[in-house]
């Protein structure tokens, strides 16, 4: 149903800045919920952000809150996570994935209904 496809990683130092995107195609994308999740090598997969397909609510994993910002642009089909002062700790594939329809949490990641594939990020100190 929804295509996504992340892109915007890269390698940076520490204190660093990235914006990564997450392009989706399909007519339920306005409609759907999409989150951030990241993995490290030998790490459980973590909670970044999520925001609704409005809008109105917003989430942020506690590592990461103050740092990143999601957003999302439903005329462009795209969501971003603009990620500031980045930490080694940072470190890992992160992926976006949606949600279609309502009245599940945003937290989880076995909620989700689609997945990208991921773009690597790269945090050296």
């Known amino acids: 149903q929804v295509l996504l496809v992340e892109s915007g990683g890269g390698s940076v130092q520490g204190g660093d800045s990235l914006r990564l995107s997450c392009a989706a195609s399909?007519?339920?994308?306005?409609?759907?919920?999409i989150g951030w999740f990241r993995q490290a090598p030998g790490k459980e997969r973590e909670f970044v952000a999520a925001?609704?397909?409005?809008?109105?609510?917003?989430y942020y994993g506690d590592s990461v809150k103050g740092r990143f910002t999601i957003t999302r642009d439903n005329l462009k089909d795209t969501a971003y996570l603009q990620m500031n002062s980045l930490k080694p700790e940072g470190t890992a594939v992160y992926y976006c994935?949606?949600?279609?329809?309502?009245?599940?949490?945003?937290?989880?990641?076995?909620?989700?209904?689609?997945w990208g594939r991921g773009t690597q990020v790269t945090v050296s100190s």
């Open positions: 994935a949606g949600q279609v329809g309502g009245g599940r949490a945003l937290r989880d990641s076995w909620l989700y209904d689609g």
């Open positions: 399909g007519m339920t994308f306005s409609r759907s919920n």
């Open positions: 925001i609704s397909w409005g809008g109105g609510r917003i």
